[in-house]
C-alpha cells in the first residue's frame, strides 16, 4: 500500500515570499491532517480535513496559511507572505474515519527554510 | 487541553543495554496514548498505542509501553537496543470518544542515541 506523498521535500524561499505544498493521502483514508515541526519540538496541528470540510484550524494562523482539499482526496497548504519563523518541517497525515484512535499514518515532510 | 511532556529530551545508552523513554500527560478528560518514532529525514511511523485494555501495550521492533493512569504516564521501553534504533522518539495523546478521530498533541521529543 502507498503511504502519504508530499511534495516538494525541500524548499527555500525568502521572507514575504509565498510557497505551497502538496500532500496526497492514502487511498481511502477520509481525514487528513497538516502539522508543522520546528526544530527540537514535537509537530503541531495546523488544520484537519474530513473529506473536503475544516474539522478544526483554530491553531492555523490565518491571515498568512491557507489549506483546501478540493474532492476529498489530495491537500495544499499554502503560506503567503512567509516569515523567518515559518521555517519548519510540514507534516502531512491521513487516517481512516472509523473508529476513535485510528493511526494516522504520516508522509516525509517538507522541509521549509525561510531566509 | 492536553499536554505531554517528554522528562529527558535526550538519552544515550550503550548498544545491548535496556532503556526507558518516558512520558506523562496531562488531561481532564480520557484519552489515547502513542508513541512515534522519527529517522532522519523522514516523517513518524506508529511504534504502539493504547486505546483501552490491558495496559502493557506491545509494539514494533520490540518497544514495549505501560499505561498507568495514576501517574498519568506512558513510559516507552526496550530491553536491549541497537544500533539502529537511534532516533527522536514522540510521545502523543489524542481525545478518546466524540464524534470523530481527533488530533494528536505531541512531547517535545526524546533523541535516543545508541552508542557501540
Known amino acids: 500500500e502507498a503511504g502519504v506523498a508530499q511534495s516538494p521535500r525541500y524548499k527555500i524561499i525568502e521572507k514575504r515570499q509565498s510557497v505551497a505544498f502538496w500532500c496526497n493521502p492514502i487511498?481511502?483514508?477520509?481525514?487528513l491532517y497538516w502539522y508543522q515541526q520546528i526544530l527540537g519540538q514535537g509537530p503541531k496541528l495546523l488544520i484537519q480535513?474530513?473529506?473536503?470540510?475544516?474539522?478544526?484550524d483554530s491553531q492555523l494562523p490565518k491571515d498568512r496559511f491557507s489549506a483546501e482539499r478540493l474532492k476529498g482526496v489530495d491537500s495544499t497548504l499554502k503560506i503567503q507572505p512567509a516569515k523567518l519563523e515559518d521555517s519548519a518541517v510540514y507534516l502531512c497525515?491521513?487516517?481512516?474515519?472509523?473508529?476513535?484512535?485510528?493511526?494516522?499514518?504520516f508522509g516525509p515532510g517538507t522541509r521549509l527554510t525561510v531566509l | 487541553a492536553q499536554s505531554v511532556t517528554q522528562l529527558d529530551s535526550q538519552v544515550p545508552v550503550f548498544e545491548e543495554a535496556p532503556v526507558e523513554l518516558r512520558c506523562n500527560y496531562s488531561?481532564?478528560?480520557?484519552?489515547?496514548l502513542f508513541w512515534y518514532v522519527q529517522y532522519p529525514n523522514q516523517g513518524l511511523q506508529l511504534l504502539l498505542k493504547?486505546?483501552?485494555?490491558?495496559?502493557l501495550v506491545k509494539g514494533i521492533n520490540g518497544f514495549e509501553a505501560e499505561f498507568n493512569k495514576s501517574q498519568t504516564s506512558f513510559h516507552l521501553r526496550k530491553p536491549s537496543v541497537h544500533i539502529s534504533d537511534t532516533a527522536e522518539y514522540f510521545c502523543?495523546?489524542?481525545?478518546?470518544?466524540?464524534?470523530?478521530?481527533?488530533?494528536?498533541?505531541f512531547g517535545k521529543g526524546t533523541r535516543l542515541s545508541v552508542i557501540a
Open positions: 497525515a491521513s487516517s481512516l474515519s472509523g473508529p476513535w484512535g485510528d493511526t494516522q499514518y
Open positions: 487511498s481511502g483514508h477520509a481525514t
Open positions: 480535513f474530513q473529506n473536503n470540510g475544516v474539522v478544526d
Open positions: 488531561s481532564s478528560v480520557s484519552v489515547y
Open positions: 493504547y486505546l483501552s485494555g490491558s495496559t
Open positions: 502523543a495523546v489524542s481525545l478518546s470518544g466524540g464524534s470523530g478521530n481527533t488530533p494528536l498533541v
